[in-house]
Nanobody
């Protein structure tokens, strides 16, 4: 089974930047379109951005123009560059392995906190 490990979260002020990384290991054959999702306290998990193996990307409206997703297929890694962060971006960010991987493939997530 695939294992996902996220890193790069932290505390940043409004307007700041962070770069999240996700490293996949184990059986990575299920990885197709990967992405990032986030869950804020009291809210449901939501998709932030996704990227296919071929590099096609999708962004949720609330991050368009601020976040950039990228992928290194050789390293089985996906990244999320987050700029112009806002307090509303505060959440636990999860590496999303895509629809073909088992539901328990998700990692532990990385906390992103944006102070006013």
């Amino acid at each position: 089974q695939v294992q996902l490990v996220e890193s790069g979260g932290g505390l940043v002020q409004t307007g700041g930047s962070l770069r999240l990384s996700c490293a996949a290991s184990g059986d990575t054959t299920c990885l197709s379109a990967m992405g990032w999702s986030r869950q804020a306290p009291g809210k449901e998990r939501e998709l932030v951005a996704a990227i296919t193996r071929g590099g096609n990307t999708y962004y949720s409206d609330f991050v368009k123009g601020r976040f950039t997703i990228s992928r290194d297929n050789a390293k089985n890694a996906v990244y999320l560059q987050m700029n112009s962060l806002e307090p509303e971006d505060t959440a636990v960010y999860y590496c999303n392995p895509g629809p073909l991987c088992p539901a328990d493939s998700w990692g532990q997530g990385t906390q992103v906190t944006v102070s006013p």
